[in-house]
């Protein structure tokens, strides 16, 4: 594949992934996703700073210097005021290509309650059997920082990005949402997917349980069987080389929606 060919094919990946996230209700006007320049190097590509549902072109695809989250052309449209997630998070993890970040309802209950996210389910095993890490910004602001729980500058997202330093896969953020890596836009996209989903099941399982105990008093708690370390690591392995299926419906679902235009 020539090189123009090779980034029109991460434009259009991109742009996909974008509507998809939107379609499977994982963003709505806020949240984004980035991936990391193929072939310049310290750059990454997110769009500029409009919902992931209307991006359509490749002009609203914005470069990025990966080492201050500044755009390459200083002219460029505005962007998410949350670059420095995305950017911190490459700098620090040569090995991830792309970054997924997203306001999930189903999610936000696990970033404020002490009970961990964990996987629940085989779609869901690079959750891990331990439970999800919460970054709390408030243990990283510094003086001068605003105090509205976005990721805004350089120490913010360093102190995000080092939650992935043990492979961890997701990291869920106080008050406000998640992230999510992958060695690609497919990956982190079902990744960001499939966080939402398991967080609804969980939510399902730990209200049922919670229901139960309620009607029988006398009754031990029922708790929830997670999945074992040993389980989640082969579930994990089992949604990366499966990860094409969902991906050809997905496209094909946003594709067929009158609402999303991909024309790169
Ligand atoms: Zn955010």
Redesign the pocket.
Known sequence: MSNPDLIRSYWRDFIDGSHILHHQGVVDA???LSFRHPLKSGVFVMSRNIAPATISLPDDLVEYWIANAEPLDPNSASGYA?RH?HSEIYKRHANINAVV???SDAVIPYTIMSVALRACYHMAGFLGAEGVPVYNITEYLEQGDLRD???RNEHLGNALARFFDDGNSVTL?RG??FTTVGDSIQQAVLQAVYTQHNAAIQTAALTIGASSASMTPRAAPSSIQYLTKEEAQAAADMTKWSSGRPWKLWTREVEASGLYVNSA
């Open positions: 806020y949240g984004h949350e997630i970040h997203s306001h729980m976005l990721v953020m406000h949402g």
